[in-house]
């Protein structure tokens, strides 16, 4: 979250701590950056920072930072529309449906982690006839049900991301070790 100051200088930007810090950028408000913030020099005591790309803390200290999400306007588009010149290498299905959770990942480079709508992946293949199967489970290396006894009918799908990536991580994390 930023705030414009000063025309052409810098801007105020909201990093968690007790007060906005300035960057060396001039920025649109509301605008979401990662910012690296540099340590107080000498005997100032004001905190600043550089708006850098969101890349740079996995890229300079390995540091998890998050992930990306990409919306597809069919299931078959999930894998066709792939950013990577690669493909992915690993993929993830999510459903009330699916297995437990495993104690271990093969390493990738790679991964995608699939949720359907309110209906689920079921629906999303149903809907989709560029696919030839049957059964969701069949596109993905794993099937996974992320919320075993959800107690619910649905899970909302920004629900179901934050308690995925939650249990996925530490099995992600050691996966590429």
């Known amino acids: 979250m930023t705030e414009k100051v000063k025309?052409?200088?810098?801007?105020m930007v909201d990093v968690g701590l007790l007060r906005p810090i300035p960057v060396d950028s001039l920025l649109q408000a509301g605008l979401r950056?990662?910012?690296?913030?540099?340590?107080?020099?000498?005997?100032?005591?004001?905190v600043r920072g550089n708006v850098v790309s969101p890349t740079t803390p996995v890229q300079t200290k390995g540091t998890y930072w998050g992930y990306t999400v990409r919306c597809a306007e069919s299931l078959g588009a999930v894998f066709t529309q792939c950013p990577y010149?690669?493909?992915y290498d690993l993929l993830?299905?999510?459903?009330?449906?699916?297995d437990q959770i495993p104690n271990s990942l093969p390493?990738?480079?790679?991964?995608?982690?699939t949720f359907g709508g309110l209906r689920g992946l079921e629906?999303?293949?149903?809907s989709d006839d560029s696919l030839k199967v049957?059964?969701?489970?069949?596109l993905f290396d794993f099937y996974l049900n992320t919320c075993p006894g959800q107690g619910?009918?649905?899970?909302?799908t920004e629900e179901a991301i934050l308690v995925t990536m939650s249990a996925l991580s530490p099995i992600i994390q050691n996966a590429n070790c």
Do not use: N, Q
């Open 33 to 46: 950056v990662t910012v690296e913030v540099i340590d107080p020099v000498g005997d100032s005591k004001k």
């Open 107 to 113: 390493s990738f480079k790679h991964v995608l982690v």
């Open 92 to 98: 993830i299905g999510t459903s009330e449906r699916g």
């Open 85 to 87: 010149k690669e493909g």
């Open 152 to 156: 619910s009918r649905t899970i909302r």
């Open 123 to 126: 629906m999303a293949l149903e």
């Open 7 to 11: 025309k052409g200088t810098f801007s």
């Open 134 to 138: 049957d059964d969701p489970a069949l």
